[in-house]
């Protein structure tokens, strides 16, 4: 099974698509950069042969430079041991092929629209130098929101280079039904190549079928070559005059007959969505490039191609007998002219009309229930058809067919085209993204972004949810509701000192604190299972969750009220013996700290002195020396690190649990990190290796 493979550390395998003649393909994570991508893997065949794969890095570094609406973007292309692959923008929609195997034939509107998305695409390609050679429905995907990608740039051209013969292996079948004659000679090929592709697949959408079939991909190649150009019938199917003409034009069997650009095409394509009566180009058969025997390879026709500049001298005849014909038939239509000038000019008699026509209206703007009644009251039918509108608003009138001004007949048909509103996209799932990038992709994609801040265990500015949630369709310039951290919760950290362990434990858990009770010692002056001291002084603010270590006095030696006690000596001794000395003699620390160079960790003062007699429970002040420089605790005991952190005079409020990094149970490192310089009684947030309990 090779899902779940993961390609060169980043490339993630997570399900199968689907397959082709050359490769397999999957929907897969870029798990460097957190997106959903396609993979395509080549087939082993491939693999194999060393002039392909030359080919194919050459195709595919070349269509990667590709970068158009309606183009499959080409991220990266790589190898795996034997195993060859592209990564590819992953487009949420059908192949045109499934569509038309879904549906059969698509509307008129439909299939200029999206012959006119191939074109476009295929304009931007040629532009570059890139020709695509393999055409075809399988290679065309449809977005949900009706935008038209054409994919297998590079594979497609480098398979085509690596196969000249039809009878080679790696000439997919389904491609032959696709190619053009010249394609199909082993002829070199431009541009006009791919547009008489573009125009097997326009003839597909709007009849369901192919023109060209056979029981063999070399007869149906026969046919590319030898047969007559297909025409469609109007009639039967539906199809406007000026579409008809594009398909005839694009399938001329001689280059230099097509159109001269996908731009050109395109530019038809419009002007046939606007003007469908209207056919600009002639319908015509030109001859068979190529005559054939019973079986290839091609040979020479014996009626070679005439130039623009040449007439034969059957055309002059022709010509010169049309003349002749248009002076006759103009003698005639003066002279019907003055007869019936004569007969009822001076006279006029009414003459039988021959069906009342009616102006059509201008219905754009309008909402579709106005547009709806104003075509029936004027005698007409309405048909709509609903697309997706940047400008329009929703229920309003886009454009109609025919146009405003047109005289039609009484019950004619009135396309109008309805906006349904902004298009509809695909929600990105941006959670554990900084919020800046998440913010700035969700904006590039069309959304209205909103920042809403909570507090959480996560790093700050970390995206914790979005609302609506990921993979949601939502109209363009739509709000999407970002959830950011904003940290931990700060809390002050209560008084614990004089409550019983009970009373303490109860008070930390409602204050979100662990309190660490497990530490006793005898207080003069506290009674037995009362907290006595607490690391942290009252009102301290830290994080939630964060740790309290208090000291539990055992009942022994409890002194009377106003009983006095000799202050320790604690000068040069280290933090934890000072203040356990402090503590065990019956008074409070209190923690002050001196930037120094030398002398780190040590006290180098307490206030009152040594010796000194003090009230039980009051205060002695003692100052740490410290450098105010973070100390390392890579591979430290959790405690020893603590005890390291204290001496420097930090403390940490959080203990953060990873399993990435570090020796299991061990500290990994200090949030700041070890070396930053940060003022001494700071908090800091301690990494150890482990989970957390």
Known sequence: MIEQQTFNNRYRLDRKLGEGGMATVYSGTDTLLRRRVAIKVLRSQYAADAEFVRRFYQEAESAARLSHPNIVNTYDVGREGDTYYIVMELVDGPSLGEIIAADGKLPEPVAIDYAAQICNGLAYAHRQGLLHRDIKPANVLVTKDDVVKLSDFGIARAVSQHTMALTKPGLVMGSVFYISPEQAQGHELDEASDLYSVGIVLYQMLTGELPYNGESPVTVALKHIGDPVPSLDTKKLGVSPALAAIVNKLLQKRPENRFSSASE???ALREARERPSVAAYSISDDA???????????????????????????EERRSRLGGGVIIILAILAVLATGVGYYLFGRNPIALPVAGATIKVADYTNMTDSQAQAAVVNAGLVARFIKTSSDTVPANHIIRQNPPAGSSVQKNATIELVVSNGLPTLGLRDVRDFNAGDAQRILQDDGFKVKVAKKYDNTPIDTVVDQDPKAGSRLRK??????????????????????????????????NAINLDTSQRAAYPNTPNG??????????????????????????????????????????NTGYQQAIDAITHAGFTPVVKYSTQLDNNGNIIEQQPAAGTQASANSTVTITLSTNGEVPDTDGMAVQDAQALLLSYGYRVTQIQYTTSEGADGKAVRTDPPAGTNLAPGSALTLVVNGVSH
């Open 265 to 267: 095409v395109a530019t």
């Open 288 to 314: 068979p490039t190529q005559t054939f025997r019973t079986v290839p390879p091609p040979r020479r026709s014996p009626m070679p191609d005439r130039s623009y500049t040449s007439i034969s001298e059957e």
């Open 477 to 510: 310039g739509s709000n999407v509701t970002l959830i950011v951290s904003q940290g931990a919760e700060s809390i002050k950290v209560p008084q614990f000192i004089g409550l019983t362990v009970d009373e303490a434990t109860a008070l930390a858990k409602k």
């Open 530 to 571: 009362v907290v006595a001291t607490q690391d942290l002084a009252p009102g301290t603010s830290v994080d939630r969750g964060s740790t309290v270590h208090a000291v539990i006095s055992n009942g022994a030696g409890v002194t009377n009220a106003g009983q006095t006690a000799s202050v320790p000596n604690v000068v």
